[in-house]
């Protein structure tokens, strides 16, 4: 167990040594871990709008990449945001607060989902597994800040792979403990976790955490990097906002 979280923890290191770009015609190679983001901005920024005077038009290879080929949506005749994320990866856990400001005032014609991505099984599997699971027993969203700061502020790292350590985390949080188990082991909960897979690697996500936009834009706050170093949460979802824009005039000239 200390080996693999080791691992992980280098892997994070490594992640805020190259920068997450992929340029249109020429893409570099990725960053070598899949947890991409920098260190977090001045918690003020949080959620900015594209109506500030800096807001400038996203350039394609440095605020954000093509998802090629395309990918279907499953959100009707809305946008859909998905955020690729892992509850082990300490830059999901600083995009929480500012991606909950977002929430509050994204248009209405926008559809947000979560969604595990799983790079390895092994490592990043357990964890998907279990917020499916909760998300089974209709639970996904009462314990998602709760096991963010589980692992990052109480330090409880061997609850991000350990199937058992999970369940009596849960079981101690008022969760039937069979319950869980049962929906933890299940057919449904399999397909799920194997449809993270696929998406992981049919959305060529880059690393975590990462917001794909209808299916045709990429984009993280690695890529909306200040000159001190640090993500600018404000610059990032102005990206956002405009990326929606964009694809919502794409859905409009299909009409």
């Known amino acids: 167990m200390r080996q693999i979280w080791m691992k992980l923890i280098l892997l994070c290191i490594a992640a805020l040594l190259v920068p997450m770009v992929h ?10 871990s899949k947890s991409a983001a920098p260190q977090p901005a001045d918690k003020s920024a949080k959620g900015g709008r594209t109506d500030s005077p800096a807001a400038q038009p ?12 395309p990918q ?8 859909e945001v998905i955020e690729f994320f892992w509850y082990g990866c300490i830059h999901c856990y600083h995009l929480e607060d500012p991606l909950k400001a977002w929430l509050k005032r994204k248009p209405a014609d926008v559809e947000f989902r979560y969604v595990p991505a ?27 800040d709760g096991i963010f700061n589980a692992i990052h502020k109480d330090g409880n790292k061997a609850l991000v792979t350990d199937p058992r350590v999970m369940t ?3 079981a101690s949080k008022g969760v039937d403990r069979q319950k869980f188990i049962d929906a933890y082991n299940s057919f449904a909960v399999n ?3 194997k449809r993270s897979e696929d998406m992981t690697r049919s959305y060529d996500v880059p690393g975590t955490p990462a917001l794909a936009i ?6 993280g706050p690695s890529m909306t990097v200040g000159a001190d170093g640090n993500a600018s ?10 990326l929606i824009a964009r694809a919502r005039q794409e859905r409009a000239g299909k009409k």
């Open 23 to 32: 340029a249109a015609d020429n893409q570099p190679a990725k960053a070598q």
């Open 58 to 69: 996203p350039v394609l290879g440095r605020d954000y990449t093509l998802i090629n080929p």
């Open 72 to 79: 279907p949506t499953d959100s009707g005749k809305k946008i």
């Open 118 to 144: 799983i790079f390895d099984a092994a490592s990043w599997g357990p964890m998907a597994r279990a917020y499916y699971a909760l998300d089974a027993l209709g639970l996904s969203g009462k314990f998602h």
């Open 168 to 170: 009596d985390w849960f």
């Open 191 to 193: 397909g799920r976790v």
């Open 214 to 219: 209808d299916g045709k834009y990429m984009t």
């Open 233 to 242: 949460y404000e610059r990032f979802f102005q990206v956002v906002d405009q």
